[in-house]
């Protein structure tokens, strides 16, 4: 028995023989791969949108549960810190934070749930970018040695990008496809999908982050600076021999999960000591396209991408 916030949680743990798809759906094979940008505007951008012929859903909406409650839960922390220490109100005041946490984290989880369910049901290979949380999410206020710039921002930042928990989601991602039959593919994390032109691979070297739409100067494409980024992904990323379908262990994932409890799962592949993303420097070995070089080899999923 668990407690969270306001409830207590039960988990049961059994052992269940499944069979696991070992490939894709005729329906998932007609769609093909997807690319997910995870980012702070979006909970994700896609590479193609979620239900064929509808351009909206190219755009994951991040529900942004936490700024929603932040108000609440600013005042009820207010209160909180008005009551005076070891009496009954303090302690009724603390259950109230507590709990207005708890119903944000399981609001949070559940749109989660969904949406990788739904990336993973409907496309044969779901590809994201290696893109490490700790390390982008580091302390806006840096150390002494290296004082953060832009502190303000940076901590806003975070908390945006913790709001949209990119990590759940690519760990549900890694899951899921195991279970549905689907493939997880993943792009390098030197590969820099924000700046490559997807259509032409013309590379702007000047792209910041404020930048929120990508224009091209070789091919003249404009686009969401999301999209193509989206659409870099699902044309490069590399299928994961270690996460093919059915390699997964029954059991391994969400039938260990009581309602809405969060429970530390065994990590499928390590990813806790990876670097931080850096798009302007890459390490020896890794060969990202040539500044302003067109890519070497036609990209097969571009007609695709670009009937949207
Ligand atoms: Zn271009």
Redesign the pocket.
């Known amino acids: 028995m668990a407690r969270a916030g306001h409830r207590w949680y039960a988990s049961v743990l059994c052992k269940v023989t499944t069979e696991l798809p070992d490939k894709p759906t005729g329906r998932q094979h007609a769609r093909g791969t997807v690319g997910i940008d995870a980012g702070v505007k979006y909970l994700a951008a896609l590479s193609q949108p979620l239900t064929p012929d509808d351009p909206t859903t190219l755009f994951l909406i991040n529900p942004r549960h936490i700024r929603r409650a932040e108000k609440r839960l600013a005042k009820v922390q207010r209160a909180l810190s008005r009551t005076q220490k070891g009496s009954a109100r303090r302690t009724k005041a603390h259950r109230r934070v507590a709990r207005l946490h708890h119903e944000v984290a399981e609001r949070r989880d559940t749109t989660l749930h969904t949406i990788t369910k739904q990336l993973t049901t409907r496309f044969a290979t779901v590809a994201i970018e290696g893109l490490n949380v700790a390390g982008m999410t580091g302390s806006a206020r840096g150390t002494t040695a290296a004082p953060g710039k832009h502190v303000r921002q940076k901590a806003g930042l975070n908390r945006s990008i913790l709001d949209a928990a990119p990590g759940e989601l690519r760990r549900q991602l890694t899951c899921k496809a195991s279970w549905y039959g689907s493939q997880l593919a993943v792009l390098d994390r030197w590969w820099p999908s924000s700046k490559t ?1 997807s ?4 590379q702007n070297p000047r792209l910041t982050l404020a930048v929120r739409t990508f224009h ?1 100067d ?4 404009w686009i969401d600076r999301d999209t193509n980024a989206a659409r870099n992904i699902a044309a490069n990323a590399v299928l994961s021999g270690t996460q093919r379908a059915g390699t997964v262990a029954p059991g391994s994932g969400e039938t260990q999960k009581a309602r809405g409890v969060p429970v530390r799962l065994p990590a499928l592949r390590g990813r806790k000591h990876e670097t931080k993303k850096r798009e302007d420097t890459a390490p020896p070995g890794t060969v990202p396209p040539r500044r302003s070089d067109p890519p070497t080899s036609p990209n097969p999923r571009q007609e695709q991408a670009n009937l949207f």
Not at 199 to 202: A, K, P
Not at 218 to 221: I, Q, T
């Open positions: 032109c259509t032409c691979g013309w091209c070789a091919c003249g494409l």
